[in-house]
């Protein structure tokens, strides 16, 4: 796995093909586990103070916490559609079981308040379609504020066709005001057919950062701060990434600032927005 950031994570630990936690990048909220568990595989996590999410990346699983049982009938793989999840809340223990093996993104993210564990089914995650043209893409909302409870944690996945861009126009939320939110924010990525895709982050003279990065499937891509976008899928090679984003304004929400020299594309798709 490779990874493209300012600062550093670590890659690896156990049965986690990807660890990004809050002192690993060097910010105070998000982070992002990735579980891989063989035929008849099961893990046993500690949230600690991060409430988290179990959301299968392909395969099923049961999760349980706090004496209730979650299965999650999963999916085959990110390109197949949505999937069920699970809600784990601070101060917990679960545990992963699958009886066939899978791969489970476990985003999570620092709170204050301890909600219930509970079940997300696949048919209340919001479908949107965002862009026009070749920004044309498909995002699932699965916790948004609008669409889940949850004290901090944000997590949603786009799907970008072959020879289109996404997450663009480059757009900001390092700061806290009337129309911005300071969230700090993981990329996880996975391209379809072995491809490739890319991701670019750029900064300001006072904030600077400066990233290109060539992305495959298991890579992962730090925002702190900074104009990121595009995601760019090459030609004939679907590409997938999963955001996590979380931090520390006095609500929990959404809010973005376009890059001033792009917005215009975005108000060139209409109600497409």
Not at 53 to 72: F, H, I, K, M, Y
Not at 147 to 172: I, M, N, Q
Not at 250 to 264: F, G, M, S, Y
Request: net charge negative.
């Amino acid at each position: 796995m490779s990874k493209h950031h300012l600062p550093a994570l670590s890659t690896s630990d156990g049965p986690f093909t990807t660890v990004v936690t809050p002192e690993s990048a060097g910010w105070g909220s998000s982070g992002l586990r990735v579980l891989d568990l063989p035929s008849g595989g099961s893990a046993r996590i500690a949230t600690g103070d991060a409430e988290h999410l179990v959301l299968p990346l392909s395969g099923a699983c049961r999760v349980t916490c706090d004496g209730e049982v979650l299965d999650l009938a999963g999916r085959t793989g990110v390109f197949d559609g949505v999937t069920d999840f699970a809600y784990l809340p601070r101060d917990a223990e679960f545990t992963v079981t699958s009886d066939g093996g899978g791969r489970f993104a476990l985003p999570s993210a620092r709170c204050e308040k301890r909600l219930a564990a509970r079940y997300g089914p696949a048919t209340d995650v919001p479908r949107e379609a965002r862009g026009a043209g070749t920004c044309a893409r498909e995002v699932h909302n699965y916790c948004l504020p609008a669409t889940f409870d949850a004290d901090r944690l944000l997590v949603c996945e786009v799907l970008t066709p072959g020879g289109h861009w996404s997450s663009y126009p480059p757009h900001k939320h390092d700061e806290h005001g009337d129309h911005e939110r300071e969230l700090e924010e993981i990329y996880y990525f996975e391209v379809d057919g072995g491809g490739m895709g890319y991701q670019r982050v750029y900064g300001t003279e006072d904030r600077p950062i400066d990233v290109l990065a060539e992305v495959r499937s298991g890579d992962v891509v730090l925002v702190p701060h900074g104009w990121h976008g595009p995601s760019m899928a090459a030609p004939g090679y679907d590409l997938y990434y999963l955001n996590v984003m979380a931090g520390p304004g006095p609500d929990r929400a959404w809010l973005i600032t376009d890059d001033p020299a792009h917005a215009w594309v975005r108000e060139s798709w209409g109600s497409a927005r």
